[in-house]
């Protein structure tokens, strides 16, 4: 045992120098991979930073953030979310295959991206390109990271409608197109066509698009009875409305609040006061126009006696 100790004195030394090399080495790579796995964390959260910038309401563009970004992420950005988003193993489940949601039905087209959970997932996504910190042979390393959000919540502007009461009904099926509603739909569309042509006489530009109305003021006003929104099909609820309505054209009481001024009441009233302001318009210039007084006071008193023949 002496023997074998005297012959590995002057050994240690050795064996030290031919060690150092390889745990610098190690150290190196721990040095490396702990910069790596410290900017991997600082690229997850810059690129969800990127897409919580541009929810809404923290930004209307897609392209232009809100939150201040940092001189070295190359890219940090996120997709509009109202495109089609990409395809999240995550949201595989059966009921968002149902054929109530997606199709197919017989006889009846359905929408059906517009309850796709996807239609509106926001990707966030980062990138940095960095020297490594020790062993520069190794080469520059690259990051490239992209995260997910279903943004989705399914309202009413997400979905295309124009508020909380339109007929959801409307946008996901093709209602208008079922062989059992052709006769309907063409029978609509002609009741449809001969009001429209009804409209376009010209005795019924008195009701909104007045001639004289524009020449005096700029504009016309709308004689046109409103009814206001209105989706039933009971009879008694709608029963009370129509009776409004026609009250409101004629000015004649059928019914508990079914009562109004009437058309004919409301465009005489609006005539008269536009003439007895061009009569005091027309006696107030130097020298005034006596053809011009005369033919407004003519049209006034054919108004008034109206007015009076309605009470």
């Known amino acids: 045992m002496r023997r074998a100790t005297r012959s590995r004195l002057g050994l240690a030394p050795l064996e030290l120098v031919l060690a150092i090399p390889l745990v610098l080495f190690v150290v190196a790579l721990s040095v490396i991979m702990g910069a790596v796995s410290c900017w991997k964390i600082r690229a ?28 070295e992420w190359r890219v940090a950005n996120a997709t509009r979310g ?23 039905l017989p006889g009846i087209g359905v929408n059906s991206q517009m309850l796709d959970p996807t239609s509106h997932a926001r990707i ?13 042979r190794l080469g520059p390393y690259s990051l490239n990271d992209r995260k ?14 124009g508020s909380n009461g339109s007929r959801r009904l409307r946008q996901l099926y093709d209602l ?70 026609l009250a409101r054209i004629d000015g004649q009481p059928r019914a508990p609040r079914a009562v109004g001024q009437g058309v004919p009441r ?17 006696q107030s210039q130097m020298p005034p126009d006596q053809a011009k007084i005369a033919e407004l006071k003519q ?11 309605l009470n």
């Open 176 to 245: 208008l197109n079922l062989p059992a509603a052709a006769s309907q739909k063409s029978q609509y569309k002609q009741a449809e066509q001969q009001t429209i042509s009804v409209y376009m006489k010209p005795e019924m530009f008195v009701l909104d698009r007045d001639d004289e109305f524009i020449a005096w003021r700029g504009t016309a006003p709308d004689f046109h009875p409103r009814l206001g929104v209105l989706c039933a099909l009971d009879p008694n609820v709608v029963a009370p409305r129509v009776q409004q309505l």
């Open 44 to 71: 997850e959260t810059v690129a969800r930073d990127a897409i919580f910038s541009r929810r809404w309401p923290r930004s209307w563009r897609a392209n232009e953030p809100l939150d201040p970004q940092e001189p």
């Open 148 to 161: 997910f959000l279903v943004d989705g919540k399914w309202q009413y502007w997400q979905l295309g409608y």
């Open 82 to 104: 109202d495109q089609r988003g990409p395809q999240l193993p995550e949201l595989d489940n059966p009921v968002f295959q149902n054929p109530l949601l997606r199709g197919p």
């Open 124 to 136: 966030g996504w980062s990138q940095l390109t960095r020297d490594v910190p020790t062993l520069k």
């Open 266 to 282: 409301n465009m005489a009233n609006a005539f008269l006061s536009m003439y007895q302001q061009q009569l005091q318009y027309y």
């Open 299 to 309: 049209k006034i008193k054919i108004l008034q006696d109206f007015l009076a023949r």
